[in-house]
């Protein structure tokens, strides 16, 4: 089954930190570009953070610059984001998606995982 799972969301304080992991099944993980994007209710989804199939050419949206890394493990079938300095606006659904490593207009029609739940809140 072609699927991506999303784990290690939760509730974090402000200027806290928290590790998101993705895991792929399914499918050739090491062949796809993966990117992160996070939505929260009533607006669209927003892209976060995204890299090459290779692990190479990170991207960062430009309010998460400095604080969020991404990475991989194509031995594990895995995507890595830690998150640190949290802020309350970090507050999201986060999702990995599959193959796309830049921002696109319309993230429909590409895999995505169920997400995981960030909250940032003291």
């Known amino acids: 089954q072609v699927q991506l799972v999303e784990s290690g969301g939760g509730l974090a304080q402000p200027g806290g930190s928290l590790r998101l992991s993705c895991t792929a099944s399914g499918f050739t993980f090491a062949n796809h570009a993966m990117s992160w994007i996070r939505q929260t209710p009533g607006k669209g989804p927003e892209w976060v953070s995204g890299l090459y199939s290779d692990g190479s050419n990170k991207a960062y949206h430009a309010s998460v610059r400095g604080r969020f890394a991404i990475s991989r493990d194509n031995d594990r079938n895995t995507l890595y984001l830690q998150l640190n300095n949290l802020k309350v606006e970090d507050t999201a659904v986060y999702y990995c998606?599959?193959?796309?490593?830049?921002?696109?207009?319309?993230?429909?029609?590409?895999?995505r995982g169920q997400g995981t739940q960030v909250t940032v809140s003291s």
């Open positions: 998606v599959r193959g796309a490593a830049q921002p696109l207009r319309n993230w429909s029609g590409l895999l």
